[in-house]
């Protein structure tokens, strides 16, 4: 069975970098065929899609959050991580990480991690 | 601003039908993609109840089902129970966006 873990502080400070990790058991990301996503959501309101990636490295990202984000995997920990730099108030969320199955273009996303609130304030 | 656009609330009776809709465009249901639809339960993680516009992982019941046509897809729920009263969200691929694309997300509630 896989499961996917957040990990990371629960409180950033404006202007500083918001550093997020996904740890996953019982699969490998090193093996392929799927897409390691992070997904957020801001209190009481949707989710929105922040961006993946492929064990290979290839990442594909939000274009409204491309320039201040970074997302990696390190293979040997079966982790990868997200860095979100420059936050704010609009980047309080709860942040999820998730699998996402298929091709980039039909991805679904099973399983999720249980996701951790981030909250920016000084 | 989503453009997969569902409708803030639905409900309905105990045994009853509901179907939530989920209204793209050409750039995302429209150019072919693949619907998906999740449901999130009041303070935990979305949960996959539907892939591929209209199949069903192992062990999510059959009262629930996708459809997709044109630009829109539905997730109809039928024998409506208690334990159904959640947040449900539809995705696609958005090729304008060149990633994905949550609805804004609908309201179940069990009268």
């Known amino acids: 069975q896989v499961q996917l873990q957040e990990s990371g502080p629960g409180l950033v400070r404006p202007s500083q970098t918001l550093s997020l990790s996904c740890t996953v058991s019982?699969?490998?990301?090193?093996?392929?065929?799927?897409?390691w996503t992070w997904i957020r959501q801001h209190p009481g309101k949707g989710l929105e899609w922040i961006g993946y990636?492929?064990?290979?490295?290839?990442?594909y990202y939000n274009p409204s959050l491309k320039s201040r984000l970074t997302i990696s995997v390190d293979t040997s920990k079966n982790q990868f991580s997200l860095k979100l730099s420059s936050v704010t108030a609009a980047d309080t969320a709860v942040y999820y990480c998730a699998r996402g199955d298929s091709t980039p273009q039909d991805s679904w996303f099973d399983p999720w991690g249980q996701g951790t609130l981030v909250t920016v304030s000084s | 601003q989503s453009v997969l656009t569902q409708p803030p609330s639905v409900s309905g009776a105990p045994g009853q039908r509901v179907t939530i809709s989920c209204t793209g465009s050409?750039?995302?249901?429209?150019?072919?993609?693949?619907v998906h639809w999740y449901q999130q339960l009041p303070g935990t993680a979305p949960k996959l109840l539907i892939y591929?516009?209209?199949n069903r992982p192992s062990g999510v019941p059959a009262r629930f089902s996708g459809s997709k046509s044109g630009t829109s897809a539905s997730l109809a729920i039928t024998g409506l129970q208690a334990e159904d009263e959640a947040d449900y969200y539809c995705?696609?691929?958005?090729?304008?966006?060149?990633?994905?694309?949550f609805g804004g997300g609908t309201k179940l509630t069990v009268l």
């Open positions: 990636i492929y064990y290979s490295g290839s990442t």
């Open positions: 019982g699969a490998s990301i090193s093996s392929g065929g799927y897409y």
């Open positions: 050409s750039s995302n249901i429209g150019a072919g993609y693949d």
């Open positions: 995705q696609s691929y958005d090729s304008s966006l060149s990633g994905s694309l």
């Open positions: 591929g516009n209209s």
